[in-house]
């Protein structure tokens, strides 16, 4: 009975316009476009640069910025690099060349963030026991190892693409070649990077939210939500957060399960996908998102934290086309056609 219900559910999927061309790798690219316009758009104003002060100043990779460009400066030199990110992602729907650099840019500001984390201070609840328990501007920089992930998978699209395409630029062929020695270019390890990303994130936010810390701070996020807010009247304050850390680490376990069984994989990337389009929704509705100097879409408050939610639905919804494919190809009867080139054919003339 669940075998025929999850063929079913594969004919379903495989007939749908997930599967017709690219889908998943342009909303990849689209979201990461999308993040770095709006968080460059906030990086002009005064208030993000104070915002800023506690990432920078702990960052081991950008902590330079404050002596060469000052507080202003450090953040005016951020939201030009950031939307040039931005342009050359953007012109990556077209160029290739274009989109690699953009790329290279993404993967290099999202390592930047991701080792802030060990050195930001009182970034994990003492009365929790500490790590892995996160608080403060951990959450926040959590979320960028999924942008990373996401960045080296536009990265290794672009640069095979354009290698299929006979791109043959000196940078393209260099680039391929070094990936390719360094095992970069194996194929399927985006999906087992991105996948990697995935896990940590649902281990990490799942784990907090069995600490009452983490009720209190899931309050503005249930209480504003139009998919959550019945969890409240149903579980309580500290149920409520009880029952997403059971989802979130159920969703964790398929996903994880999803390295060797696609059948748990799917069904871990379709929580995935329902669990960050449920958070995505609730920006609308959250209370002095936008900062009122500004305006929108100049965000403020909790919006640039759920902001990120559009690379991680974007994932998954990768995950769920990657895991469908995967299981129809063990199903004759299914047929599937997808614009990706096969890596092979590319580390032969790299």
Same mark, same amino acid.
């Given at each position: 009975?669940? =075998?025929? #219900?999850?063929?079913?559910?594969?004919?379903? +999927?495989?007939?749908?316009?997930?599967?017709?061309?690219?889908?998943?790798?342009?909303?990849?690219?689209?979201?990461?476009?999308?993040?770095?316009?709006?968080?460059?758009?906030?990086?002009?104003?005064?208030?993000?640069?104070?915002?800023?002060?506690?990432?920078?100043?702990?960052?081991?990779?950008?902590?330079?910025?404050?002596?060469?460009?000052?507080?202003?400066?450090?953040?005016?030199?951020?939201?030009?690099?950031?939307?040039?990110?931005?342009?050359?992602?953007?012109?990556?729907?077209?160029?290739?060349? &274009?989109?690699?650099?953009?790329?290279?840019?993404?993967?290099?500001?999202?390592?930047?963030?991701? =080792?802030?984390?060990? @050195?930001?201070?009182?970034?994990?609840? #003492?009365? &929790?026991?500490?790590?892995?328990?996160?608080?403060?501007? #951990?959450?926040?920089?959590?979320?960028?190892? #999924?942008?990373?992930?996401?960045?080296?998978?536009?990265?290794?699209?672009?640069?095979?693409?354009?290698?299929?395409?006979?791109?043959?630029?000196? +940078?393209?062929?260099?680039?391929?070649?070094?990936?390719?020695?360094?095992?970069? +270019?194996?194929?399927?390890?985006?999906?087992?990077?991105?996948?990697?990303?995935?896990?940590?994130?649902?281990? @990490?936010?799942?784990?907090?939210?069995?600490?009452?810390?983490?009720?209190?701070?899931?309050?503005?996020?249930?209480?504003?939500?139009?998919?959550?807010?019945?969890?409240?009247?149903?579980?309580?304050?500290?149920?409520?957060?009880? @029952?997403?850390?059971?989802?979130?680490?159920?969703? +964790?376990?398929?996903?994880?399960?999803?390295?060797?069984?696609?059948?748990?994989?799917?069904?871990?990337?379709?929580?995935? &996908?329902?669990?960050?389009? =449920? =958070?995505?929704?609730?920006?609308?509705?959250?209370?002095?998102?936008?900062?009122?100097?500004?305006?929108?879409?100049?965000?403020?408050?909790?919006?640039? @934290?759920?902001?990120?939610?559009?690379?991680?639905?974007?994932?998954?919804?990768?995950?769920?086309?990657?895991?469908? &494919?995967?299981?129809?190809?063990?199903?004759?009867?299914?047929?599937?056609?997808?614009?990706?080139?096969?890596?092979?054919?590319?580390?032969?003339?790299?």
């Amino acid at each position: 009975m669940v =075998t025929t #219900v999850m063929n079913q559910a594969l004919h379903a +999927l495989a007939k749908s316009s997930l599967f017709k061309g690219d889908l998943d790798y342009q909303l990849i690219r689209a979201s990461m476009v999308i993040i770095f316009l709006l968080f460059g758009y906030q990086k002009w104003f005064e208030y993000e640069a104070q915002v800023l002060m506690p990432f920078i100043s702990n960052g081991p990779l950008i902590s330079w910025i404050y002596p060469v460009f000052g507080i202003r400066g450090g953040s005016w030199f951020l939201g030009v690099s950031e939307w040039l990110c931005c342009l050359l992602l953007f012109l990556g729907f077209w160029n290739k060349p &274009a989109g690699i650099l953009g790329a290279l840019g993404s993967c290099v500001t999202f390592l930047a963030t991701v =080792t802030i984390i060990p @050195f930001m201070s009182d970034g994990w609840d #003492v009365v &929790a026991g500490g790590f892995p328990a996160m608080t403060n501007n #951990v959450p926040f920089l959590m979320k960028d190892v #999924v942008l990373l992930a996401a960045s080296f998978y536009l990265l290794k699209q672009d640069v095979v693409r354009a290698m299929a395409d006979g791109t043959t630029s000196y +940078l393209i062929k260099y680039l391929a070649r070094a990936m390719a020695a360094l095992g970069l +270019l194996h194929d399927d390890l985006e999906h087992h990077v991105l996948r990697a990303s995935m896990v940590i994130i649902f281990a @990490f936010f799942g784990f907090t939210k069995w600490h009452q810390y983490a009720a209190q701070l899931m309050v503005p996020f249930i209480s504003n939500s139009p998919l959550l807010s019945w969890l409240y009247p149903a579980f309580g304050l500290r149920g409520g957060a009880r @029952f997403l850390g059971a989802s979130e680490w159920t969703i +964790l376990a398929l996903l994880y399960a999803g390295f060797w069984d696609r059948r748990f994989g799917l069904l871990g990337a379709i929580g995935s &996908a329902i669990t960050f389009f =449920t =958070t995505l929704t609730i920006i609308p509705f959250l209370p002095n998102g936008w900062d009122p100097a500004a305006g929108f879409p100049a965000m403020a408050g909790l919006v640039p @934290f759920l902001m990120k939610d559009l690379v991680l639905l974007a994932v998954s919804i990768y995950l769920v086309k990657q895991d469908v &494919a995967r299981l129809a190809r063990s199903s004759p009867d299914i047929e599937i056609v997808s614009n990706q080139p096969r890596v092979e054919r590319m580390t032969a003339t790299a």
